[in-house]
């Protein structure tokens, strides 16, 4: 998806498609997780499947405030991070907390959950924008591009999950979210030289 993204050298399409294609698997993953934590499949789904939504609606609400077009690759760099985090403690942290009481450990899910959502709730928001300065027909193309990868990698989130283990899921939207990063830098890159040359021109005129 992001090489054909690529090929239309949009660089907010390229940004928002690399974004989309990442899977769901840190849903999956939480979820499963904290299966174990919460003592029951549907209380886990709940709180993690609540958490994530507010939270990510919260981020999203927020990444409004941020009219800077630069903000996004940062914004891809938080999730990236965030994901990373969650596959480095998320088994430490279950362990450490499984003795807490039930509403404790609900607390707790959430508290460990939200900061993560909040910053994975930024990017499309924020493309989106982009997309939409740059040309109107991007919006609808991105939105389309945006529920059917929802679909395809929850699913394939899923099949990876069964077959190589939810670590590797969770790798994979880490990087998903960095090689969005690194399209979106890149796409950047060209956009910048002009500029950067007309201002060298103009110090030697001058």
């Known amino acids: ?84 985090l969650v596959w480095c403690t998320i088994d430490p942290f279950v362990h450490a907390t499984l003795g807490a009481s039930a509403g404790v450990r609900a607390v707790l899910a959430v508290l460990y959950v939200a900061p993560v959502a909040f910053f994975m709730g930024m990017p499309f928001p924020t493309g989106l924008r982009e997309a939409g300065r740059t040309t109107e027909s991007l919006v609808p193309w991105a939105w389309a591009v945006n529920g059917a990868t929802s679909v395809l990698g929850s699913v394939l989130a899923v099949v990876v999950s069964m077959t190589a283990g939810f670590s590797v899921s969770l790798v994979l939207a880490g990087m998903a979210y960095a090689l969005a990063y690194v399209f979106c830098v890149r796409a950047r890159a060209p956009a910048q030289l002009p500029a950067a040359a007309s201002l060298a021109i103009d110090s030697v005129v001058q």
């Not at 958490?51 to 919260?58: P, R």
């Open 1 to 84: 998806l992001a090489m054909l993204a690529g090929s239309a050298a949009a660089d907010p399409r390229i940004a928002i498609a690399a974004r989309m294609a990442e899977p769901n698997p840190p849903e999956i993953v939480l979820v499963q997780r904290f299966k174990l934590y919460r003592g029951n499949p549907t209380y886990a789904l709940t709180v993690v499947l609540f958490t994530m939504l507010l939270a990510s609606g919260c981020g999203s609400l927020f990444a409004g405030r941020w009219d800077d077009a630069k903000i996004l690759p940062r914004l891809l760099a938080c999730a990236c991070a965030g994901v990373a």
